[in-house]
């Protein structure tokens, strides 16, 4: 049952609480990672995470602020000085449009932030928590 | 200004009168060449990169004004041709031996030494001319010989221009200790003639200061000499540039080594480096950088088509030197290293710039490889 009551619900509470921006595609990935996770997401882990500075990961990067900027309404900057557009969806229009984009940087930035891979769980918190900046 | 007496003075036979020597020709040339040469000078012995055009211009100005002054030397004023200073070794001999005892002869146009400069210096201005033509289309792939000189070619003549350019300077130290001294010799300002064409001359060889200039042949040779230089600039110039080319980028490259930097050109490294950055993406410069299989395959196919040594520009063949130690970057390469030695640490950690790695922030056309000098504009903020 919880296979089926989960995505349905998440579906239905993403239109409800999160902004119009979310297109069918950022919502097609949100399902996708809500199927895997525990847990229904949440915007304030999601900015838990953001925001936290972890120290196990690369020495360079400790928290994904780091490149991002502390706002998801800001332009970041990588560490070579190209500039990294808002990660808030309504400031980014394609942002979370592509699962395999989406996957390869939190492959990436996980790893070199927390070090290790996200989990479902996180990655779902964290793309509600930008949808709904 | 001395006071002009009239040309045809009924005088006796020792007395001097005063003759336009130099034409008006003669007189721009020498001061037009002077006001370019020292352009020439101060912009390529001191020069910053971004003068480089100045430093051409001014060279095209030296390459076009030795072009007219050699066709005066055949159809202009009698003391502007050449016929009138070429002097047999023995009369150069002679005075140079009147000279050193400080009695020289007197002679209306250039004396036998002078002319020897004059001649030396329009060769080695020719010279410089030349040689910067093909440093430029070598070591620059900029100008008419970009399609036709090599890297190689171009850095063993620019050791050739710069030899010639300080012989130059000494000749130019020579050349204005003999006016100044043959001024004092025979008591008449040298340099004021050259700026209002006049001279104190014997009343017996006042006749021949004639003006006879052979305008139409002039005309003819000029336009003989332009339609020719024209024709072989036209010709050179629809070339192709030798050892470059425009590349389309390739669309994995583009996207997947373009998101943390811009995608450094191909050029930049040779193939065994980028092999080396290829197979370590998950740990890049203490980043993660991982790709699919299928991907990191594509990029290896374009990159190594495209590697250091299929290109002739300055930038790929002294990047394709790394540096032993470690030999993925190219800001730790020895050339990379001499040519940025310059520039202040705080200047890369200015917010536009952030980091060395960040090429493009200073090297406007960094994306086709190219990196001309006049290309780089380093952000102020």
Same mark, same amino acid.
């Given at each position: 049952m919880r296979t089926l009551i989960i995505p349905l619900a998440a579906t239905i509470l993403l239109s409800a609480t999160l902004p119009g921006v979310a297109g069918?595609?950022?919502? =097609?990935i949100l399902k996708h990672f809500q199927e895997q996770a525990k847990m229904e997401f949440s915007v304030e882990r999601g900015q =838990?995470?953001?925001t936290k500075s972890y120290g196990t990961g690369k020495p360079k990067t400790p928290s994904c602020t780091t490149c991002h900027t502390k706002s998801p309404l800001k332009s970041g900057k990588t560490r070579v000085g190209k500039v990294i557009a808002p990660m808030a969806l309504s400031r980014t229009k394609d942002r979370y449009s592509d699962l395999k984009k989406v996957e390869k940087w939190f492959r990436r930035n996980c790893k070199g932030v927390i070090g290790r891979e996200c989990t479902p769980q996180e990655k779902v918190d964290f793309l509600a928590f930008m949808i709904s900046k | 200004m001395s006071v002009v007496k009239p040309i045809c003075n009924q005088k006796e036979a020792n007395d001097e009168v005063v003759v336009i020597v130099w034409d008006v020709f003669v007189r721009l040339f020498h001061w037009l060449l002077v006001v370019l040469v020292a352009t020439t000078a101060i912009t390529g012995f001191l020069g910053q990169e971004w003068w480089l055009n100045i430093h051409l211009w001014a060279g095209y100005g030296i390459g076009l004004m030795i072009t007219l002054r050699?066709?005066?030397?055949?159809?202009?004023?009698?003391?502007?041709?050449?016929?009138s200073f070429i002097f047999r070794p023995g009369k150069t001999y002679d005075f140079t031996r009147q000279l050193l005892r400080g009695k020289p002869d007197h002679y209306t146009g250039h004396n036998p030494a002078g002319a020897l400069m004059v001649f030396a210096l329009l060769l080695v201005l020719t010279g410089l001319t030349?040689?910067?033509?093909?440093?430029?289309?070598g070591q620059e792939k900029q100008g008419i010989l970009a399609g036709?000189?090599?890297?190689?070619?171009?850095?063993?003549?620019?050791?050739f221009h710069e030899i010639a350019a300080f012989l130059l300077l000494f000749m130019i130290a020579a050349h204005i200790g003999g006016v100044l001294l043959e001024s004092y010799l025979s008591r008449q300002n040298l340099v004021r003639?050259?700026?209002?064409?006049?001279?104190?001359?014997?009343?017996?060889?006042?006749?021949?200061?004639?003006?006879?200039?052979?305008?139409?042949k002039a005309l003819f040779a000029i336009s003989i000499i332009a339609v020719m230089a024209g024709a072989l600039v036209w010709s050179l110039m629809r070339l192709p540039v030798s050892g470059f080319k425009v590349i389309k980028q390739n669309s994995a490259y583009a996207s997947e080594c373009g998101e943390c930097h811009h995608a450094y050109h191909p050029s930049l490294l040779p193939e065994s480096s980028w092999n080396k950055i290829l197979t370590g993406l998950s740990d890049h410069f203490g980043e993660d950088a991982s790709l699919d299989r299928e991907v990191v395959k594509i990029l290896n196919q374009y990159l190594k088509l495209n590697a250091a040594r299929h290109w002739d520009t300055e930038a790929a063949n002294n990047l394709r030197r790394v540096s032993a130690k470690d030999?993925?970057?190219?800001?730790?390469?020895?050339?990379?290293?001499?040519?940025?030695k310059d520039i202040d640490e705080r200047v890369f950690k200015r917010n536009k710039i952030a980091s060395k790695g960040n090429c493009i922030a200073c090297h406007i056309d960094a994306g086709s490889g190219r990196f001309d000098d006049q290309m780089i504009n380093v952000p102020d903020e």
């Open positions: 069918p595609a950022q919502d =097609e =838990e995470l953001f | 050699l066709v005066w030397g055949f159809f202009g004023t009698n003391y502007a041709r050449f016929s030349i040689s910067g033509l093909i440093v430029l289309g036709v000189i090599s890297y190689a070619l171009g850095s063993e003549v620019a050791e003639s050259m700026i209002n064409g006049r001279k104190n001359v014997p009343l017996v060889k006042a006749a021949i200061a004639g003006k006879v200039v052979l305008v139409g030999p993925l970057s190219i800001t730790a390469s020895p050339y990379w290293v001499l040519r940025h």
